[in-house]
T-cell receptor, first 117, second 109 residues
Framework: KAGVTQTPRYLIKTRGQQVTLSCSPI?????VSWYQQTPGQGLQFLFE???????NKGNFPGRFSGRQFSNSRSEMNVSTLELGDSALYLC????????????????FGEGSRLTVL | GQQVMQIPQYQHVQEGEDFTTYCNSS?????IQWYKQRPGGHPVFLIQ?????EVKKQKRLTFQFGEAKKNSSLHITATQTTDVGTYFC?????????FGTGTRLLVSP
């Protein structure tokens, strides 16, 4: 079966702009989680969506937002970009929400590498 | 909030040497997962441990879950250059999956 698809793979933006990233989960998976990965900070949890509802949110400012559609595809948006937002943004899908205490295996996409100039 | 720490942050070994990474949670976990991320790649699931004191093996990899379900370890016997990458643990607890800080492994031939 097809894996998790993230688009775009690479993008360059300037400070103050906004960006939207897309994630298509594995068919049948209803949970989509987003992570920010930077060299010094590891994998930082942004938020999780399950059945179109945000189930969990990490410690990121309100400039970071997301949503999930009825087909489980998810988007995340970052407004008013800052230099520090340069990172690899990873999306992961799973069958179950972490709210149940057991997500099962997470399947990660290749990521969207954002560079903010 | 819930924190998951891993040590060491980085380890460089010679091929054939053993390697161990340790994962410690500030809270009791319902289960723990391990992932491997190759350089330039994305995290890939290795295994999930659920029971207190559980030990699982995958070829040269041995995974353990502590009796108190607050710590875990991954041991690689006789490392190979293909083991290069960053190993993350991820703990489930309190409705969240929290990733550890990761251990980067470098293996020299």
């Amino acid at each position: 079966k097809a894996g998790v698809t993230q688009t775009p793979r690479y993008l360059i933006k300037t400070r103050g702009q906004q960006v939207t990233l897309s994630c298509s989960p594995i068919s049948g998976h209803r949970s989509v989680s987003w992570y920010q990965q930077t060299p010094g900070q590891g994998l930082q949890f942004l938020f999780e969506y399950f059945s179109e509802t945000q189930r969990n949110k990490g410690n990121f400012p309100g400039r970071f937002s997301g949503r999930q559609f009825s087909n489980s595809r998810s988007e995340m948006n970052v407004s008013t970009l800052e230099l520090g937002d340069s990172a690899l943004y990873l999306c992961a899908s799973s069958r179950w929400t972490s709210g149940g205490g057991n997500t099962g295996e997470l399947f990660f996409g290749e990521g969207s590498r954002l560079t903010v100039l | 909030g819930q924190q998951v720490m891993q040590i060491p942050q980085y380890q460089h070994v010679q091929e054939g040497e053993d390697f161990t990474t340790y994962c410690n949670s500030s809270t009791t976990l319902s289960n723990i997962q391990w992932y491997k991320q190759r350089p330039g790649g994305h995290p890939v699931f290795l295994i999930q441990l659920v029971k207190s004191g559980e030990v699982k093996k995958q070829k040269r990899l041995t995974f353990q879950f502590g009796e108190a379900k607050k710590n875990s370890s991954l041991h690689i016997t006789a490392t190979q250059t293909t083991d290069v990458g960053t190993y993350f643990c991820a703990g489930s607890g309190f409705q969240k999956l929290v990733f550890g800080t990761g251990t980067r492994l470098l293996v020299s031939p």
